[in-house]
């Protein structure tokens, strides 16, 4: 069963109007207006991608069974997921029962680093991040709801975004260390800035879109690590996928080596 909603392709213009929007609501409180990190409420990234989906506001945050669904529309459910999709696991259990559920996990393509005073809010640097996002560096998160993928009623969307990435010095705040960088800033803002592309994912063929070129007839994961540029624990991942939805098979070993063949 393919699974289809109103969005079937990229769309810049309701992009940018769904980041204007969200700047207007915010009367321009955010960290690219210079005001002071730390103080939003809900999280940029999250905020934009919900209008984008739905820009009618009357259908977020509604209650379905013992949970609050980012977005409900004729299409379904939507989830807004920035950050683990592990943790949806329990709501997706009982939100399937109800309807089709999108769950939407954005994946940062391109980012600049933009370096704050968290007291003033006055700009210290600006530089552009080496680290660049695919579908593969999105594998982790994927991969936490293996069990889910050939659910013909679940649908995960893939944007691919630019972003500005807003971090702090001297902030007072509650999180864990390993969420501070190296140089003590803390991540306070995440604010995109364009979509580039999306993956979607609605049923088992569409995950065709993890198989990179170049693989022989018989390969192994580190013969898949080289053809998709990722490591091999991605790899591994995206194999273990690949052969739950049907695309490719195991057929023996070589050495200590799975070896595998597309379907």
Same mark, same amino acid.
């Given at each position: 069963?393919?699974?289809? @909603?109103?969005?079937?392709?990229?769309?810049?213009?309701?992009?940018?109007?769904?980041?204007?929007?969200?700047?207007?609501? @915010?009367?321009?409180?955010?960290?690219?207006?210079?005001?002071?990190?730390?103080?939003?409420?809900?999280?940029?990234?999250? *905020?934009?991608?919900?209008?984008?989906?739905?820009?009618?506001?009357?259908?977020?945050?509604?209650?379905?069974?013992?949970?609050?669904?980012?977005? $409900?529309?004729?299409?379904?459910?939507?989830?807004?997921?920035?950050?683990?999709?592990? @943790?949806?696991?329990? !709501?997706?259990?009982?939100?399937?029962?109800?309807?089709? $559920?999108?769950?939407?996990?954005?994946?940062?393509?391109?980012?600049?680093?933009?370096?704050?005073?968290?007291?003033?809010?006055?700009?210290?640097?600006?530089?552009?991040?080496?680290?660049?996002?695919?579908?593969?560096?999105?594998?982790?998160?994927?991969?936490?709801?293996?069990?889910? $993928?050939?659910?013909?009623?679940?649908?995960?969307?893939?944007?691919?975004?630019?972003?500005?990435?807003?971090?702090?010095?001297?902030?007072?705040?509650?999180?864990? !260390?390993?969420?501070?960088?190296?140089?003590?800033?803390?991540?306070?803002?995440?604010?995109?800035?364009?979509?580039?592309?999306?993956?979607?994912?609605?049923?088992?063929?569409?995950?065709?879109?993890?198989?990179?070129?170049?693989?022989?007839?018989?390969?192994?994961?580190?013969?898949?690590? *080289?053809?998709?540029?990722?490591?091999?624990?991605?790899?591994?991942?995206?194999?273990?996928?690949?052969?739950?939805?049907?695309?490719?098979?195991?057929?023996? !070993?070589?050495? @200590?080596?799975?070896?595998?063949?597309?379907?």
């Amino acid at each position: 069963m393919i699974i289809t @909603n109103n969005i079937n392709s990229i769309d810049k213009s309701r992009f940018s109007y769904a980041l204007g929007i969200y700047n207007s609501e @915010n009367n321009g409180n955010t960290p690219s207006h210079g005001k002071i990190i730390g103080t939003l409420g809900e999280k940029s990234l999250h *905020a934009v991608l919900k209008r984008y989906y739905e820009p009618d506001r009357s259908r977020h945050e509604i209650p379905v069974g013992n949970y609050v669904a980012d977005i $409900v529309n004729q299409d379904g459910i939507f989830e807004i997921q920035t950050r683990g999709l592990s @943790n949806l696991r329990p !709501k997706l259990n009982e939100l399937l029962e109800f309807c089709r $559920v999108t769950v939407v996990h954005p994946v940062i393509v391109s980012r600049r680093i933009i370096s704050m005073n968290s007291e003033t809010g006055e700009i210290i640097s600006v530089r552009k991040s080496p680290k660049h996002g695919s579908v593969y560096s999105a594998l982790r998160e994927l991969y936490t709801l293996r069990e889910f $993928v050939t659910d013909g009623r679940l649908t995960i969307r893939l944007p691919f975004l630019t972003a500005d990435e807003y971090r702090a010095f001297g902030i007072k705040t509650n999180r864990r !260390k390993k969420q501070r960088t190296k140089n003590g800033e803390y991540v306070s803002d995440t604010v995109p800035t364009d979509i580039i592309d999306e993956i979607i994912l609605a049923q088992p063929s569409d995950y065709a879109a993890l198989i990179p070129a170049g693989l022989p007839e018989n390969f192994g994961a580190a013969d898949f690590a *080289a053809a998709a540029g990722t490591d091999p624990a991605a790899a591994r991942m995206a194999l273990n996928l690949l052969v739950r939805t049907g695309l490719a098979s195991r057929t023996g !070993k070589n050495g @200590n080596s799975i070896v595998y063949k597309l379907v």
